[in-house]
T-cell receptor, first 115, second 114 residues
Framework: DQQVKQNSPSLSVQEGRISILNCDYT??????FLWYKKYPAEGPTFLIS?????DKNEDGRFTVFLNKSAKHLSLHIVPSQPGDSAVYFC??????????????FGAGTILRVKS | DTEVTQTPKHLVMGMTNKKSLKCEQH?????MYWYKQKAKKPPELMFV???????INESVPSRFSPECPNSSLLNLHLHALQPEDSALYLC?????????????FGEGSWLTVV
């Protein structure tokens, strides 16, 4: 039972254009969402997060949008750069989880930015 | 640069060996985690330590034994592993173990069991 889904295994974008990565979730208890970027042979690097009390969070070229009614979030990267080529994981957690902070990850989307 | 440091970066071990993976963080975080990641899959939670006490064990086989000597250190002791245990093992930490805290990952230890 996949609680966090990234339905696009890969995305290819031209340098300078916008990259939009999508994520859907099924568990309505999730209230904190994160995006991680991962290069091969490295650990995931935290990019940006959003709490369920917000619908948008921005950090430089990265913006995350949350649509709670649709249980959908997206990561926008503008402008895309070749160094952004990596696997992007969406993750979610439940606040005040009694026994610990359990992140549930999506399957990941491979982003390729062409120069 | 990640502030969660893992050693060794690569480890090859036989099925009868005993080895350990080590992790250190100096961010003052009170929660530490072990995740396992297989190729082309997302990370999967193995253990959560909160204030140096084991709070979550995701039904991990006993051949994996975690240890948290203090709030900055986390070890994963390995014994009698199987080839299917070959994977990237990720250590992570967060401010505390409450949901809603950002989890920061180390670069991982690549384990190959032969």
């Amino acid at each position: 039972d996949q609680q966090v889904k990234q339905n696009s295994p890969s995305l290819s974008v031209q340098e300078g254009r916008i990259s939009i990565l999508n994520c859907d979730y099924t568990n309505s208890m999730f209230d904190y969402f994160l995006w991680y970027k991962k290069y091969p042979a490295e650990g995931p690097t935290f990019l940006i997060s959003i709490s369920s009390i917000k619908d948008k969070n921005e950090d430089g070229r990265f913006t995350v949008f949350l649509n709670k009614s649709a249980k959908h979030l997206s990561l926008h990267i503008v402008p895309s750069q070749p160094g952004d080529s990596a696997v992007y994981f969406c993750a979610a957690s439940v606040g005040f989880e009694e026994y610990g902070n359990k992140l549930v990850f999506g399957a990941g989307t491979i982003l390729r930015v062409k120069s | 640069d990640t502030e969660v440091t893992q050693t060794p970066k690569h480890l090859v071990m036989g099925m009868t060996n005993k080895k350990s993976l080590k992790c250190e963080q100096h961010m003052g975080h009170r929660a530490m985690y072990w995740y396992k990641q297989k190729a082309k899959k997302p990370p999967e939670l193995m253990f959560v330590y909160s204030y140096e006490k084991l709070s979550i064990n995701e039904s991990v086989p006993s051949r994996f034994s975690p240890e948290c000597p203090n709030s900055s250190l986390l070890n994963l002791h390995l014994h009698a592993l199987q080839p299917e245990d070959s994977a990237l093992y990720l250590c992570a930490s967060s401010q505390d173990a409450q949901g809603g805290n950002t989890i920061y990952f180390g670069e991982g230890s690549w384990l190959t069991v032969v």
